[in-house]
C-alpha cells in the first residue's frame, strides 16, 4: 500500500503528460473524479472560447457564419477526429446527431446493400442503444438478429465471430471497448472474418475515441460510430461522429435524407439527391454549438499524440488493477476487467454487491465513479484529465467505503 | 417616405417591448439584421449563462448532473416552449434531434399507425426537408405522395386540402408559416379537414414559434416539429421539438428506439420497452449545451408575453409592406407575401430578378437579409431584437441597392 502510494507519485513526477491536469476547470469538492468514460471534464478555455463565439461568430457575423464556416464543421471537424484519433483519412468522417441516430442510419444503410441476407449479428450484452437500434431495424426489415455471447470480462473474441457469421450475414454490430469490461476487440482479425462471408462491419468506438489509436483505414472497417462525450470532452450530448469508409461513398444510403445531406442544399429541389461522400449521412441543420467544446480537446490530443494517451491509459489502468488486488479483493471485490492492458481500454470495472450502497456514499463524499447495476463501480480513467495519485485515492475510496 | 421614418422613429417610441432591443449582442458593422427567422440573434447574458454551466453544472456536479437536472431537461424545456409558444399542456413536448430526425421519427410513427392508409398529403412548396423526407418514407413503405399546389403567395388554403385528402390518407404535413412568403395557414379548419377523413394531421412550427401564439391543443392537432434557432434564438443547430398530443401516447411509436426513450433507462435491460408519455419520442443522449441558450430567449418570451410579440410582428411586417409598395415597386420589386397580417407570419417576402446581386452587395454593407433562390429575398423580423427603425432601413438598403 505505502509501495502504491509512492509509485503512484512517482508515475505523477515522471508523467511526461502531466502538464495537461491543469487543462480541465477543477471541480471543488472532488477529490477523485473517475468517470470521464461517462462524461469528460471541460477545459479551463471553454468559457472563453464560447464567448467569443457567442460575441463574434454568431453574434456578429450572424448567418454570414453558416456560408463563412459552419457549412463545412461538421466534415472539417470529423476529418480532425479521423486523423487524430481514428487512422482514417479525410472526407470518410463527419459529425452529426446522436450516437443513436447514427447507428440507426448506418446499420439501415448497411442491411438495405445486402438485400439478399437475412441477419444482423450483435453481441447481447453491447451496449443497449445498439442493440435496441438492431432489434428495431430486425423487426421492421424482416431480418433475425442473431445474438452472440462472449465472455463478459473477455469481451468478444475473433472464434465468437467465426461461429456466428455465414452468407445469410449482412452486418456485424460491436463495441471496439466493452462499455461493461473494458475489454478490447481484435479490430483487424474480427472485421476481417466479417468480409470473409461477404458482410459488413460496424464498430461502435464510444469507448475507444479519444483513449486508444484506433486503425479503421489500415483494419479497413466498412462503418464506425462514436461519441464526443466521453474521451473527446465534447460536453454533455455532444454531437456523434460517423465513419464510413470511402469504397462505399456511392453505394450506401441512409435513411433520414434531409435538406443538409442533399447534394445542392439551398437549390430547395423538388427531389431529393444526396451529396457526394460522407455529407450525404448528414440530415438536419448541424449542431454547431454542440460542436465548439471538442475542439480544444482535440488541440490537446494533438499535442500529446494519441499514442502518449494510450501508454498513460494503460499505466494508469495497471496501477489501479494492482491497487484492485492489494486493498479490494481481500473484501470480496471481483475484477471484471481483462488483467492485460493490452486488451483493455481506458476503465477497470470491478464488482461487489454492496457497490450500489457504496457508490452512493462516495458521490456524497466527493469520489465520483460510475456504477453499473446490479453490482459494478466502472473506474474510468482519461489519461489527459485524471493523475495516478487521483486514480489511486479512488481504488482507497472505495476500499474505506466497504470497510 | 418622411412619413414612413417619422412613423417607424414614433413606433418605436411607443413600442411596450422597446425595452428588449437592448438584451440581445450588438453586431458591430450591422445596421439591419433581418435574418432573424434564420438565425435569431444571442442574449447578451449568454457567456455569463454558458460559463456558470461549463464551471458548475458541468464542470464540478459532473456526471452527477445527469441525475440533478439534465435528464429531465428534454421534457421540461419542451414543457416550457408548450406553454409559452405552442398553446400545448404539460407532457406532450420534448426537445431532441434536430427538426429533420423528428419529422422522420413523426411521419414513421403516423404512417404505421394507418396502415391501411396509402397516401401522404404535402405541399410541392413545403420547406425541402420535410418533401425529402416524406419521400424517402414513401419510397420504403410503398406509399404515394400526394402533391398539393396552394398558391405561391396566399399558401396552403382548407379548399387546397379538402380537395385533396380522402380514405386513402393516412397523414397530411404542413407548415404553418411558409418559408417563403410567410403565409400563415388556419391550423384548426385545416387539422378539422384532416380529422374528419381519419388522418393524423403534423404541422411544421418552424416559421411560427415564437412569433405567433399557436394552439396545438386547441385545434386539436396530432403532431409538431420547430426548430429553435429562429426566433427562439437557440444558436445555430440548436435542437428542435416534437409535440404529441398525449391522445397518441400509447398507440404512435417512432423507429428510432434509443436508449434514453425507453421506459427505464439505466436498466440496460435485454430488449426494448418504451417510456410512458412523450420521453419515448428521445433517442439519444439529449443534447445538453445546445438547450442553453434558448432559455434566456423563453425568459423574455415569458416577461413580453407571445400576445404582444404577436403584435408587434403584425406592426413591423405592416410598416415593411407599406415601405416597399412606396419605395420599392416602383422599381419592378413584387411583394410575395401576403398583403393582411392577419393572414402572415414574421417576415415579407419580396421579388426582383436583380436580387441575387442586391443581397451580396447588402451583406457586404452590413444589411443581412436572407436570399432565396432564384429571386427572392426574405426580411424577417424578429420582434423582440428588430426595431421599427432598422426594419425600414433594410427597405430602403433594398432601394439604394437597386437604384
Known amino acids: 500500500m505505502t509501495d502504491l502510494l509512492a509509485e503512484a507519485r512517482d508515475l505523477d513526477a515522471r508523467d511526461p503528460l502531466a502538464a495537461h491536469l491543469e487543462a480541465f476547470v477543477p471541480a471543488a469538492g472532488v477529490s477523485a473524479y ?3 468514460n461517462s462524461l469528460g471534464r471541460p477545459l479551463r478555455e471553454l468559457p472563453d472560447r464560447l464567448a467569443a463565439f457567442v460575441r463574434e461568430d454568431w453574434g456578429t457575423r450572424l448567418i454570414r457564419s ?6 463545412d464543421l461538421p466534415t472539417a471537424l470529423g476529418d480532425r477526429i479521423g486523423m487524430l484519433c481514428l487512422g482514417a483519412a479525410a472526407g470518410q468522417t463527419v459529425v452529426a446527431d446522436s450516437t443513436t441516430v447514427l447507428l440507426y442510419k448506418l446499420m439501415r444503410a448497411a442491411v438495405a446493400a445486402r438485400p439478399e441476407r437475412t441477419e444482423i449479428v450483435i453481441e447481447d ?6 442493440r435496441f437500434i438492431a432489434e428495431g431495424i430486425a423487426a421492421e426489415s424482416g431480418l433475425t438478429l442473431r445474438w452472440i455471447s462472449p465472455d463478459p470480462v473477455a469481451g ?12 445469410r450475414t449482412a452486418l456485424v454490430v460491436l463495441s471496439h471497448v466493452d462499455y461493461r469490461s473494458g475489454a478490447l476487440a481484435d479490430m483487424k482479425t474480427i472485421t476481417d472474418a466479417v468480409h470473409d462471408v461477404g458482410a459488413l462491419m460496424l464498430w461502435d468506438l464510444c ?9 479503421l483505414d489500415a483494419c479497413g472497417v466498412d462503418l464506425a460510430v462514436g461519441c464526443t462525450y466521453k474521451y473527446l470532452n465534447g460536453g454533455p450530448g455532444s454531437p456523434a461522429f460517423a465513419y464510413v469508409n470511402a469504397r462505399h461513398h456511392g453505394l450506401l444510403r441512409q435513411p433520414i435524407q434531409g435538406w443538409m445531406g442533399a447534394g445542392d442544399v439551398f437549390a430547395m ?5 444526396p451529396a457526394g461522400g460522407i455529407r450525404q449521412f448528414i440530415s438536419g441543420t448541424p449542431p454547431v454549438l454542440g460542436m465548439l467544446a471538442m475542439q480544444g480537446m482535440l488541440d490537446l490530443i494533438e499535442q500529446a499524440t494519441i499514442g502518449a494517451v494510450r501508454e498513460k491509459s494503460q499505466a494508469l489502468t ?3 488493477v494492482r491497487a484492485v488486488d492489494e486493498e479490494l479483493a481481500p473484501l470480496g471485490v471481483r475484477l471484471l476487467s481483462p488483467r492485460d492492458a493490452a486488451l483493455r481500454g481506458g476503465h477497470v470495472t470491478i464488482g461487489h454487491p454492496d457497490f450500489a450502497e457504496v457508490t452512493k456514499r462516495l458521490w456524497a463524499d466527493g469520489v465520483i465513479p460510475d456504477f453499473r447495476f446490479p453490482d459494478g463501480i466502472r473506474l ?16 482507497l475510496a472505495v476500499r474505506d467505503a466497504l470497510s
Open 34 to 36: 473517475l468517470d470521464g
Open 66 to 71: 453558416w456560408d463563412e464556416q459552419w457549412m
Open 125 to 130: 450484452g453491447n451496449f443497449p442503444t445498439d
Open 156 to 167: 468478444v473474441q475473433v472464434a465468437d465471430i467465426e461461429a456466428a457469421v455465414s452468407a
Open 207 to 215: 469507448h475507444s475515441v479519444g483513449v486508444i489509436p484506433v486503425e
Open 269 to 273: 429541389g423538388s427531389t431529393y439527391a
Open 318 to 320: 495497471d496501477l489501479v
Open 380 to 395: 474510468g480513467l482519461s489519461p489527459l484529465s485524471t493523475s495516478y495519485a487521483e486514480a489511486l485515492s479512488g481504488v
